[in-house]
Nanobody, 122 residues
Framework: QVQLVESGGGLVQAGDSLNVSCAAS????????MGWFRQAPGKEREFVSA????????FYADSVKGRFTISRDNAKNTVYLQMNNLKPEDTAVYYC???????????????WGRGTQVTVSS
């Protein structure tokens, strides 16, 4: 079990950057892969990015590849999503999520945060 809390969302202009964070509770954060999802109004939740528990592997949706970077700092029990060159279509609530400990791809996410709003104006 793990508790996830997102932060760092906000209102930015197209082309700007934003770094959202997800702080996780638990004694074994390093054993969990972590993922980012987003959901815009009227749309289905979609996968954005993920990072393996080892940190050796990262995954990105085609829509954000080359613009977003996922990373983790196990010492801080935190996963980050650095979002560069933001576009209006990136506007959504961003959620972090975690599958069971030591999971391998494809991940089956069991734990979810409540999300942080990212709004990109044109």
């Amino acid at each position: 079990q793990v508790q996830l809390v997102e932060s760092g969302g906000g209102l930015v202009q197209a082309g700007d950057s934003l770094n959202v964070s997800c702080a996780a509770s638990g004694r074994t954060f390093s054993s969990y892969a972590m993922g980012w999802f987003r959901q815009a109004p009227g749309k289905e939740r979609e996968f954005v990015s993920a990072i393996s528990w080892s940190g050796d592997s990262t995954f990105y949706a085609d829509s954000v590849k080359g613009r977003f970077t996922i990373s983790r700092d196990n010492a801080k029990n935190t996963v980050y999503l650095q979002m560069n060159n933001l576009k209006p279509e990136d506007t959504a609530v961003y959620y972090c999520a975690a599958p069971p400990a030591f999971s391998r791809p494809p991940y089956d996410y069991h734990y979810w945060g409540r999300g942080t709003q990212v709004t990109v104006s044109s």
